[in-house]
């Protein structure tokens, strides 16, 4: 029998992110979403409002980011799965509880404007450079090395080797890509 356990939610901050770290130095983040569910009352024609309340937890960088950008009142988006516990409370009684435990995560609304933010909350990361872009304070691409000669100083060393000329091809050659004969058309659907 095959088994899937995959959350996705999308829902406001009900509490700051509180962050701590295992013994061994893992951070971990956890944090409360509140989702609203809103319906009409197919007998009353009211709209009705119901709110789930869910537990989080996110270890690592990702615990880290959001501890640093966000705040109660953001809006976030988590994926993850479903983490059961057990345990057995102070006054001898069983006690177990739900909570996600966030594989991913994505900030929504716009940092400390609409969107859920709360006044004077810190500004979203910028977006990481391209993959195999230069990292940041790099000299553009193009600009001399650093410690190489001024651009226009005479080169150092003898002078470049010049390719040789490229000839064209013989007259009797085939064309180096397939044409089409005159007057034919390709089969085109529209």
Sequence with gaps: MANFNRVILAGNLTRDPQLTYTPSGTTVCKFGMAINHVWTDRQTNE???EVCFVDCTAFGRQ???INQYMSKGRQILIEGRLHFSQWTGQDGQNRSKLDVMVDRSQFLGSPGGAGGGAPGAQAYPAA???VGAPPVGAPPVGAPPVGAPPVGAPPAGPPPVAAPPVSAPPADAPPAY?????????D???
């Excluded at 397939?178 to 390709?186: D, K, S, Y």
């Design 128 to 130: 990481a450079p391209p």
């Design 63 to 65: 615990g880290e980011t």
């Design 178 to 186: 397939e044409e089409e004969p005159p007057g034919a058309q390709a």
């Design 47 to 49: 709209k009705r409002e």
């Design 188 to 190: 085109v659907p529209f």
